[in-house]
C-alpha cells in the first residue's frame, strides 16, 4: 500500500542513481556521467561471465566509486581553488596514473584563481606541511565511500569493491593494500569503466584505446583493457542514445535492494549527514533542518503522512550542493555575481537529481521551494505567495533559523535569541510566511535542551575541541577559542582522534554529527 505518496517500498538503486548525478555535477561531468559508465561495467561484465551476485557488485561499485570525493572537498578548496575544476582533471590523459593525485601533482594548481603572493604563501604552506594532508585524501575517499555502502545495507561484496575502487593493478593505487587479482573484480572494472566513459564521450573509440591501452597492466586490469579496446564496438553501441537513468534502474542485477519506511528513513538520514560534510559549515544542517520540521509539522497538526514526507525532504535539501563549488560555500567574504548564479542553482540541482525517481519526486516538489520568497524575490523560479506550498514555506522558515544557528565562512553563529530577530525579520519584509515563522519560533522555543551523553569517553573540554575542529579550524584557532596553549590544544586533537579512531577532520567530523554533537543544540 502506498504511504504518503511513496511506495510501499523504495528501491535502493533509484537512490543511489539519484546521488550519483549530484557526484557527476562535483566532477564537472555532464549529468549522468556515473550513470553510463555503469553501463558500461555491466556490459563488460557481462562479456567476462559474471553471476549475478557478481554483476550486483559492479553495479553499484560503479555507482559509488567517487561519493566519498566531496567530503573534503573543503581542504581542496584550501590548497587547489575551485575543488570542482581540480576534479575534473583526474580525467586528464596526461595526469599520472589517471587518478586525482595525479590531477593535483606539482604545484600549479595550488591557489588556483588567488593573487600571485597568496600562491606564493600558500606553496609554502603545502611544502611544509599542506601535501600529507592531500597525500591521505585519495585513501580516505575509498574508506568513506565503504562505510556509506555498509550503512545503505549493502552485502560484503559490493562493500569490499567500493572500498578499492582507487586500487590499480600495478599495486600504485590507494590504500595500496592491492594489487593484480587481488583487486575485486567488480573494482576493476568499474574504475575501467569511469575512465572509459569520459574518454569514449570525448573521443569516440579512438579515445577509448588511446587512453586504455597505455594504462594497461598499470592503473587497469590488462585482460579487461584489452576486451574493452577489442569489443568496443559493441560495448559502446547505442550508449549515446539510450535514456541511462531507465536502463540503469531497470538492469539492476537480482540483489535488487528494496528499502522499506524505515530503511528508506535511515537511508535518506545516512546520506543527508555524508552530503553535509562536504563544508564544515554545513555538518549536520539537513539532519536538524528535518528534526525541526518535523515538530513544526506536528505541531500545526498537519497529517502524518505530510509530516514524513516534509521530514524526508528537509533530509535531501543538500544535494545540490554538490554541484557547486567549496571555494564559493566556503568563501569568508562577499560572493560575485557570477559565484551566486552557481549559488542560485542548488535547489534547481536538487529537483533534477531527484524528480526521476517515483518516490523522491515528492520530496523534490518541496525542496525546490525553499530559497523562494513569499514576495517573490527568491529562486530558482521566483515564486510568490500561493504558489509556494506549505511544506515549501516551512521548510524555508526552518532553513533559515537553522542556517543562522550555525557558523558561516562570514560570521559566526547567531544566539537562538538574535536567530529569532533575524528570522522575525525576513517575515516583517514579506519574505518569509509570518505564521509559519511564528509556529517555528514556537517549536524552536518549546525544544528540550537534551544533554548529550559523550561518546568514546570524550572529556566536556575533548567535545568543545572536536565541536571547533570538525569546523575546520586550525589547532591555533581552536586555542584561541578555548583559551589554551596550542600544544595543549595539540594534545587534545591527538586524544580525540585515538578515542574515537579518526585520523582526519572528515572522519572526526562524521563522528560529531553521527553522535548528535553537531550542530550544537
Known amino acids: 500500500m502506498p504511504v504518503d505518496g511513496h511506495p510501499a517500498q523504495v528501491r535502493l538503486a533509484e537512490l543511489v542513481a539519484a546521488l550519483s548525478l549530484g557526484i557527476d555535477l562535483g566532477f564537472g561531468q555532464p549529468m549522468e556521467h556515473v550513470l553510463r559508465q555503469c553501463l558500461i561495467a555491466l556490459r563488460l561484465a557481462e562479456r567476462v561471465g559474471l553471476d549475478e551476485e557478481s554483476r550486483a557488485a559492479v553495479y553499484y561499485a560503479a555507482l559509488l566509486i567517487n561519493v566519498g ?72 575517499h575509498a574508506k568513506l565511500a565503504r562505510g556509506l555502502a555498509e550503512q545503505l545495507g549493502l552485502p560484503p561484496r559490493v562493500t569490499a569493491a567500493v572500498g578499492a575502487a582507487y586500487e590499480s593493478w600495478d599495486g600504485r593505487g590507494w590504500p595500496g593494500a592491492l594489487a593484480g587479482a587481488e583487486i575485486p573484480i567488480a573494482a576493476r572494472i568499474a574504475s575501467l569503466a569511469e575512465y572509459a566513459e569520459v574518454a569514449h564521450r570525448v573521443g569516440g573509440l579512438p579515445g577509448v584505446a588511446a587512453y586504455a591501452q597505455p594504462r594497461a597492466g598499470k592503473q587497469f586490469d590488462p585482460a ?51 552530503i ?67 549559488v542560485r542553482m542548488q535547489p534547481y540541482y536538487t529537483d533534477r537529481m531527484l524528480r526521476q525517481a517515483a518516490a523522491l519526486a515528492p520530496l523534490a516538489a518541496i525542496v525546490a521551494q525553499f530559497r523562494e520568497r513569499m514576495d517573490g524575490s527568491g529562486y530558482p523560479r521566483g515564486l510568490s505567495g500561493g504558489a509556494i506550498s506549505r511544506p515549501g514555506r516551512i521548510l524555508a522558515v526552518v532553513d533559515v533559523y537553522q542556517a543562522l544557528r550555525e557558523p558561516r565562512p562570514h560570521r559566526p553563529a547567531a544566539s537562538a535569541e538574535e536567530a529569532a530577530r533575524l528570522t522575525r525579520l525576513e517575515a516583517r519584509a514579506g519574505r518569509l510566511d509570518a505564521d509559519v515563522v511564528e509556529a517555528v519560533l514556537s517549536t524552536a522555543g518549546h525544544e528540550s535542551r537534551r544533554r548529550f551523553d559523550r561518546p568514546a569517553g570524550l572529556t566536556a573540554r575533548e567535545v568543545d575541541v572536536l565541536r571547533l575542529l570538525a569546523r575546520g579550524s586550525s589547532t591555533k584557532e581552536i586555542a584561541d577559542e578555548l583559551g589554551m596553549a596550542p600544544k595543549t590544544a595539540g594534545n587534545h586533537i591527538e586524544h580525540i582522534y585515538s578515542k574515537i579512531g579518526a585520523k582526519n577532520r572528515v572522519a572526526a567530523s562524521l563522528f560529531a554529527v553521527e553522535h548528535g554533537l553537531l550542530p550544537e543544540s
Not at 539492476?252 to 545516512?270: K, N, Y
Open 276 to 342: 553535509d560534510l562536504k563544508s564544515p559549515y554545513t555538518l549536520g544542517h539537513a539532519a536538524a533542518v528535518a528534526a525541526l520540521a518535523e515538530a513544526t509539522g506536528n505541531a500545526l497538526g498537519m497529517p502524518a503522512t505530510e509530516v514524513r514526507t516534509l521530514r524526508r525532504a528537509c533530509l535531501v535539501l543538500g544535494f545540490g550542493r554538490l554541484g557547486i563549488s567549496n571555494s564559493i560555500l566556503d568563501k569568508p567574504g562577499p560572493l560575485g555575481a557570477g559565484e551566486w548564479e552557481r
Open 69 to 140: 570525493c566531496h567530503s573534503d572537498a573543503h581542504e581542496q578548496a584550501k590548497w587547489f581553488g575551485d575543488d570542482i575544476a581540480m576534479k575534473s582533471n583526474k580525467y586528464d590523459p596526461s595526469a599520472q596514473h589517471g587518478t586525482l593525485r595525479g590531477a593535483v601533482s606539482g604545484l600549479r594548481l595550488l591557489g588556483a584563481g588567488r593573487p600571485p603572493l597568496h600562491r606564493f604563501r600558500l606553496g609554502l604552506e603545502f611544502v611544509v606541511s599542506g601535501w600529507r594532508e592531500v597525500d591521505g585524501m585519495i585513501a580516505s
Open 224 to 274: 579487461l583493457s584489452k576486451l574493452l579496446c577489442e569489443q568496443g564496438q559493441t560495448i559502446f553501441e547505442g550508449l549515446d542514445s539510450v535514456r541511462a537513468w531507465d536502463s540503469v534502474v531497470a538492469q539492476e542485477p537480482a540483489l535488487a535492494v528494496q528499502l522499506g519506511e524505515r530503511e528508506f528513513d535511515a537511508a535518506l538520514l545516512a546520506l543527508a549527514n555524508f
